[in-house]
Structures are given as structure tokens and as C-alpha cells.
T-cell receptor, first 117, second 110 residues
Framework: GAVVSQHPSRVICKSGTSVKIECRSLDFQATTMFWYRQFPKQSLMLMATSNEGSKATYEQGVEKDKFLINHASLTLSTLTVTSAHPEDSSFYIC?????????????FGPGTRLTVT | GEDVEQSLFLSVREGDSSVINCTYTDSSSTYLYWYKQEPGAGLQLLTYIFSNMDMKQDQRLTVLLNKKDKHLSLRIADTQTGDSAIYFCAESKGYSTLTFGKGTMLLVSP
């Protein structure tokens, strides 16, 4: 089956530093990857959609200069949280869609727990 | 705007059936999904139903869709302790992004 990995699974960083999270599709090519943020006991909120080789499309209210997304290849997308602050602490989940124009079957990564101290 | 609502918590005994309910507002939704999230993990797609279907059964899972009332349910037969997780309902229009509900925490007690 389709597998999506994320690295790291957990990260703790100091306020003001930047953190990069990687999302990889291991056994398929992902033309589209999605980044979500999940607060405790809350739903997943879509942050941005990235298509390989083009700029990410950010959802309303998501700062593109703070959450930098790069989808440089068909198997890798990265999310960089720049100048992180405690309010950025959250669970970040990526997903990947394998076949454009098909059912919205997104395969989800295991998530990355970010804690900003 | 689009909205997906779910009850937040359900508790059942092992062996009983569980029914998790979901309502949505967007009548143009094409696909409706059920995802499972175990603690500290990502989401696993359990099943989905196309909007022109009323029911879909997959082993212990039965999905019922009432399109008129915009109501979706997931029934888990013979619920096991391993089914304890958060279950998310989601909708999409086929080739667009998913809109998720807040999730229903299912607790299965022995």
C-alpha cells in the first residue's frame, strides 16, 4: 500500500529558531501534497497544498512567509516553520495524493509533534 | 461555507456495535470518507462512499448515507478494544481538498 513518512516524528526547539519537517512518499509519486495542522482535540486544519515544481497554495490565515513549503520532487515536500514561537507548537501532518484527477484518496504521514519552548 | 459536524465522544463495550454519526452542509459533496486516527499517529482511510450511494459495507464496517438530510454514519460491528481511536468524517468534491469534522473519540471497554 501507499506509505507516507514524516521526519522527524518529534522535535523540540527554542523560540526564534526554524524547524524543517520532511514528508516523503515512499512507494509512489505524489503530484500533490497537503500540510495540515492539528491542535489537541481538534480537527485537521489544512494549511497549504503543494504541487510538485510549483508554489504552494496557502489557506486563508496561514502565513506563507512563516510556513515555507517546498515540493521539489515527486516524493518529497518540506515544511519549514521559520522563527518558531510557542503558539506554533502543534501536531503537523502531511498527506500525499498519488493520482491526479482521481478519487481524493490521500495517504497520511504519521505526523510530527513540534514543541517550541 | 463548508462544515462537517460530529459528536465528540462515544463509549461502547467490547462486542457491541458502535455507530458514529456525522452531518455536513455542502450539498455538492461528492465523496464522504471515514478516517481513523490512533494516538500520536496520522490518519488511516477506513472507507469512503460516493454521494450517489446509500450504503457501503466492508467487513465489520457499514457506511450509511442520507443525502437528503446530509447525514453520514459509520457502524462498526463487534467492536474491539483495538478499535479505540478518533474517527474523522470528511467530505470532498472529488478532486479538491478534504474538509474534516472534529473527530469522534471512540472508547471501547472490555
Amino acid at each position: 500500500g501507499a506509505v507516507v513518512s514524516q521526519h522527524p516524528s518529534r522535535v523540540i526547539c527554542k523560540s526564534g529558531t526554524s524547524v524543517k519537517i520532511e514528508c516523503r512518499s515512499l512507494d509512489f509519486q505524489a503530484t500533490t501534497m497537503f500540510w495540515y495542522r492539528q491542535f489537541p482535540k481538534q480537527s485537521l486544519m489544512l494549511m497549504a497544498t503543494s504541487n510538485e515544481g510549483s508554489k504552494a497554495t496557502y489557506e486563508q490565515g496561514v502565513e506563507k512567509d512563516k510556513f515555507l513549503i517546498n515540493h521539489a520532487s515527486l516524493t518529497l515536500s518540506t515544511l519549514t516553520v521559520t522563527s518558531a514561537h510557542p503558539e506554533d507548537s502543534s501536531f503537523y501532518i502531511c498527506s500525499a495524493r498519488s493520482r491526479p484527477g482521481q478519487l481524493d484518496e490521500q495517504y497520511f504521514g504519521p505526523g510530527t509533534r513540534l514543541t517550541v519552548t | 461555507g463548508e462544515d462537517v459536524e460530529q459528536s465528540l465522544f462515544l463509549s461502547v463495550r467490547e462486542g457491541d456495535s458502535s455507530v458514529i454519526n456525522c452531518t455536513y452542509t455542502d450539498s455538492s459533496s461528492t465523496y464522504l470518507y471515514w478516517y481513523k486516527q490512533e494516538p500520536g499517529a496520522g490518519l488511516q482511510l477506513l472507507t469512503y462512499i460516493f454521494s450517489n450511494m446509500d450504503m457501503k459495507q466492508d467487513q465489520r464496517l457499514t457506511v450509511l448515507l442520507n443525502k437528503k438530510d446530509k447525514h453520514l454514519s459509520l457502524r462498526i460491528a463487534d467492536t474491539q478494544t483495538g478499535d479505540s481511536a478518533i474517527y474523522f468524517c470528511a467530505e470532498s468534491k472529488g478532486y479538491s481538498t478534504l474538509t474534516f469534522g472534529k473527530g469522534t473519540m471512540l472508547l471501547v471497554s472490555p
